[in-house]
């Protein structure tokens, strides 16, 4: 078979960056070389100070397809995707219809996905107060793990879970081995919040974010650790805002508990004290912070506890932004910005002293662990599929609707001057963006992990 070889002076591996030739060969990495062992006979890239990344993993995003495509779509998400240096998607089971709590809507979203994927993808099932018994199938369907919300999503569809109601389906959970991710915050805290806020100023994002105090993301969190010393299943807690759950958290995890932790890029780049009066495309749950807790959360992945970072790209119609009138209070709640993660955790890390390596950790090979595709996703490595993005370090940007890709071209990163610029992006050996373009046809499937 035909041998690629693609040289870099900074190929990112996980012993470190260096100066490296990856060598491909169809679908796969057959080794990573110095460059003077480059084979003379194979065919050669060379992106020269460029860096060459594993292509990305995304654990945390909504599609919203099949049944809200009109929000975005597998079609639209995967172009952006591609864009931004990523080469898996796993979609969470909700704002979709149906939502992915059975089997059968697991196919309907199979369906959905077909033939219209720029990058590969797979599905988390959702856990909801009446499925216990569909989770096994789910799991034997597929699915590398499972969401559940302790408070109301947002939206109609999946709905949240008790305690009692969780309680009722971690045995099968434990069962299959698979992770729970949780949207760890609870009403009760964000009730009481809410109602003394009743005459407050809802355009004020300040307001918005005292709606949803750190309690409530502290007391879910002690629940579902007390819940996993019990029931002893892996427990994921997606978007970690509140810096001040992270001694809980540490101290689960020295404890030996299997606790995993992810943050969000918006939680790291943009502080409550910046954001303008109402500008509601930073309206998410639970809230970005004040910049102390942002430095907090940067801390916590200097001190190794937090696992990966996911974008939980939420895009939706304009008109739910509802960017005219401004009031947080209304405004869907989810930021969109899939296709710049990147460029937005590289300037940040780079200026905190962070290295390439961290960031490969956090966005490639922590994903692919916490969806049990880390044999194969996430790593430069022989035998891993060929899924890297070429990274122009020294380059950098303003933020611009073209450079979105995703079907509704909103966000908060809009005007950002960020670091880095994404030249390339290689799926199992094959370019799916190059210099702005979408080269080939959609190639992009369901990873099953073997
Ligand atoms: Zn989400």
Not at 205 to 216: F, G, K
Not at 247 to 260: M, Q
Not at 370 to 381: M, N, S, T, Y
Not at 415 to 422: A, F, H, P, T, Y
Request: glycine share 8%; charged share 20%.
């Amino acid at each position: 078979m035909n041998l690629r070889s693609f040289l870099s002076r900074q190929v990112v591996t996980s012993e470190g960056v260096r100066p490296a030739a990856l060598l491909v060969e169809g679908e796969r990495i057959r080794d990573v070389v110095t460059l003077e062992q480059v084979p003379a006979w194979a065919e050669i890239h060379d992106f020269g100070i460029a860096a060459i990344l594993p292509g990305l993993v995304d654990s945390h995003l909504h599609i919203n397809d099949p049944g809200r495509a009109d929000w975005e779509g597998f079609e639209t998400a995967t172009r952006a995707a591609a864009a931004g240096g990523y080469t898996l998607l796993v979609d969470m089971p909700l704002n979709c219809l149906p939502a992915t709590t059975t089997v059968a809507a697991l196919e309907l979203k199979r369906a959905a996905a077909r033939h219209c994927c720029r990058v590969d993808w797979m599905a988390w099932g959702g856990v909801v107060a009446d499925n216990p018994s569909d989770l096994e199938p789910l799991a034997a369907a597929g699915v590398p793990g499972f969401k559940c919300f302790l408070i109301h999503p947002g939206i109609d569809g999946l709905t949240m879970v008790t305690e009692q109601q969780l309680r009722a389906a971690l045995p099968a959970i434990a069962r299959t081995g698979l992770p729970l991710l949780v949207h760890a915050e609870l009403p009760g805290p964000i009730d009481s919040a809410t109602e003394n806020l009743a005459n407050a100023d809802w355009s004020c994002y300040q307001t918005y974010m005292q709606s949803r105090p750190q309690e409530a993301e502290i007391s879910a969190i002690r629940i579902l650790l007390s819940l996993c010393r019990e029931y002893k299943f892996r427990l994921h807690i997606v978007h970690l805002s509140a810096s001040q759950a992270l001694p809980d958290l540490c101290a689960a995890r020295s404890a030996g508990l299997p606790v995993t932790v992810e943050t969000c890029p918006h939680y790291l780049h943009f502080d409550a004290e910046s954001i303008p009066q109402s500008a509601t495309l930073f309206k998410c749950a639970p809230p970005i912070r004040n910049r102390e807790n942002r430095e907090k959360l940067w801390q916590a992945h200097r001190d190794g506890h937090i696992d990966l970072v996911a974008t939980d790209h939420s895009p939706c119609p304009p008109e739910m932004k509802r960017l005219a009138e401004g009031n947080f209070r209304t405004a869907w709640g989810g930021i969109a910005g899939l296709s710049v993660a990147l460029p937005v955790m590289y300037t940040e890390a780079i200026a905190r002293g962070f290295a390439l390596t961290d960031i490969a950790c956090w966005m490639a090979e922590g994903p692919a662990k916490l969806a049990g595709c880390h044999k194969q996703k996430g790593r430069i490595a022989p035998g891993y599929d060929a899924d890297f993005v070429v990274f122009d370090t020294e380059s950098a940007f303003h933020v611009t609707k073209e450079r979105l890709h995703y079907r509704h071209p909103l966000s908060p990163y809009l005007d950002e001057k960020l670091r880095g610029v994404i030249k390339a992006t290689y799926l199992r050996g094959k370019p799916v963006f190059v210099d702005g373009a979408f080269p080939g046809e959609p190639r992009g499937r369901e990873h099953r992990c073997c």
